[in-house]
């Protein structure tokens, strides 16, 4: 069950006001992107996309946490029903579907991390889970950026950058535009779209 568009901006504006900071329009510019993306894909849901990416990072509003804000976006739209956009919540930050190529602090507790393992381990990751992680690459907080613009900012900022992250990254953006025959940046509008 997904919750409505509405309901979604709504869950996100009730986090911002929790936790304020710059991810909600991080979470707007890949909503955006998704919904474009998923527009121009056949037999995808350009408003499930939306919705997905907008809610993709919504366990940042229980505070500044790395991993952790992972297990609380999941653990959350859980507690609401909505067991899709949990899913992403757990998916998008998981290419491969383990915690090995994590960029960022691991700090949540043991419980939290082993909740974190066995769901990777359980889920089926399909388009939607794949769409987000690549939404999630190229949405900046003032729009839409250039992916490896981008994943040299997170690797200044972490001192780091797995080679496979970033290899699964540049994979994902080849295979949706070979979905929709056209350059993404333009699908998302990169130079003119504004949160």
Known sequence: MLPTRERAEELLQEAEHCNPGPWGDHC??????????????????????????????????????????????????????????????????????????YIGKFDTTEEEFMMIQNALRSVTMDEYDRLIQLCDAMAGVEGVLDMEERMEDVKRRYGAYPCEKWEANLALKRRFEDKMREDIYQVVEKDSFRP
């Open 28 to 101: 707007r510019v890949a909503a955006h992107c998704a919904e474009r993306i998923a527009g121009k894909c056949a037999g995808m849901d350009a408003e499930k996309a939306y919705i997905m990416g907008l809610l993709h990072d919504i366990g940042r509003k229980f505070g500044a946490r790395h991993l952790g804000h992972v297990a609380d976006g999941y653990s959350y739209m859980l507690s609401l029903g909505y067991a899709e956009v949990a899913r992403i919540c757990l998916t998008h930050s998981f290419h491969d579907q383990t915690t090995d190529h």
